[in-house]
């Protein structure tokens, strides 16, 4: 079953959603300026902590990213609406096989480069020249990140517990940023996830799902990852 990618794409910044310097107490009102820009003033800052894409300046909230601005408490932070993965050693990630040569495989993660997955490193034994019997273009991975290099080109790994090409079930994704809604506290809101829709869910720190389970299940999983995302880029939602 393809792919498919649940949210891409950047908002277009509008007229209405640019603030002028405001004069009022406290943060804007988060649920009439949902959408805010870099440099955008949110009003402020005595009373209220900078959170996430948030700094303060001269005595005045303002956003460093593109993003929801949303007030919990005390607290100011903006969402960003669309987020690139970065590679770390140790993520799990989910690729797909884009080339090889006779002893290396090309893996796209979702990162600004392609990882490298040398043939050392790959799910089993193969002869020098014959990467492609054991894993062809378009072929799908569970992987490990290994290493990253300063040029952020990385090299993930198939030796390791559980890692293996994906054979079965369908693959999804969302923004990396989104992983945290999810999850759910304490991993409750991805358990009761599970349960419902009986599959097998494994999600990748670069924001892919491996979904393993008959197609109603799959198809149950699919729908929340979508309204997942369509929450998170609604303009004039709350959260």
């Not at 990253?148 to 369908?170: N, P, Y």
């Not at 809101?189 to 299940?217: H, M, P, Q, T, Y």
């Amino acid at each position: 079953m393809a792919a498919s990618t649940v949210m891409k794409g950047w908002p277009v910044a509008r007229l209405d959603t640019m603030s002028r310097e405001s004069s009022a107490d406290g943060p804007r009102d988060s649920r009439r300026a949902l959408v805010v820009v870099p440099g955008e003033d949110l009003g402020v800052s005595e009373g209220y902590e900078a959170g996430h894409g948030v700094l303060v300046v001269d005595g005045r909230l303002r956003s460093t990213k593109q993003g929801r601005m949303n007030t919990k408490g005390s607290t100011v932070s903006v969402e960003p609406l669309h987020t690139t993965y970065m590679p770390r050693p140790g993520d799990l990630v989910i690729g797909h096989i884009e080339g090889c040569t006779n002893n290396i495989w090309f893996v796209d993660i979702g990162a600004p480069f392609n990882s490298i997955l040398p043939m050392s490193l790959g799910p089993a034994k193969v002869e020098f020249g014959g990467t492609r019997k054991i894993l062809d273009i378009g072929d799908s991975i569970l992987c490990r990140v290994q290493e990253v290099e300063e040029t952020h080109q990385s090299v993930v790994t198939m030796k390791g517990l559980g890692l293996r090409k994906i054979k079965s079930g369908a693959l999804d994704e969302v923004d990396p940023h989104l992983l945290g809604r999810l999850i759910g506290k304490g991993g409750n809101f991805l358990r009761d996830l599970k349960l419902e829709s009986e599959c097998r869910i494994v999600v990748a720190e670069n924001g892919r799902l491996w979904i393993d389970g008959d197609l109603d299940g799959i198809f149950k999983v699919r729908n929340c990852l979508k309204e997942l995302s369509l929450e998170a880029r609604q303009v004039g939602g709350v959260n």
